[in-house]
């Protein structure tokens, strides 16, 4: 098993930042992959970024590409997400995913974006 918790969510006025942060515990030697969800209301959860455990191994989604940084720390088992440039469309609950062996999820964090 894999707890993910995630921090760093709220309210953020549009061509605002924001840094979403999640540390995970338990058999993480299973963990290949991480990164971060969201999923807007009534839809399914979508892709935003993922990234490998190699450097440089990263995917985003194109509705980020340019905005949006993912990174990882390996040693302390945890994945960040640097939010820039922000759309109020970037409006959702965001949720950190792990996966390997198994898929595993946060328990999502809520990224405002309104003036």
């Known amino acids: 098993q894999v707890q993910l918790v995630e921090s760093g969510g709220g309210l953020v006025q549009p061509g605002g930042s924001l840094r979403l942060s999640c540390t995970g515990s338990?058999?993480?030697?299973?963990?290949?992959?991480m990164g971060w969800y969201r999923q807007p209301p009534g839809k399914q959860r979508e892709l935003v970024a993922t990234?490998?455990?190699?450097?440089?191994?990263?995917n985003y989604a194109d509705s980020v590409k340019g905005r949006f940084t993912i990174s990882r720390d390996n040693a302390k088992n945890a994945v960040y997400l640097q939010m820039n440039s922000l759309k109020p469309e970037d409006t959702d609950v965001y949720y950190c995913?792990?996966?390997?062996?198994?898929?595993?999820w946060g328990q999502g964090t809520q990224v405002t974006v309104s003036s």
């Open positions: 990234i490998g455990r190699r450097v440089g191994n990263t």
């Open positions: 995913y792990a996966g390997g062996t198994y898929d595993y």
């Open positions: 338990g058999n993480i030697r299973s963990i290949s992959v």
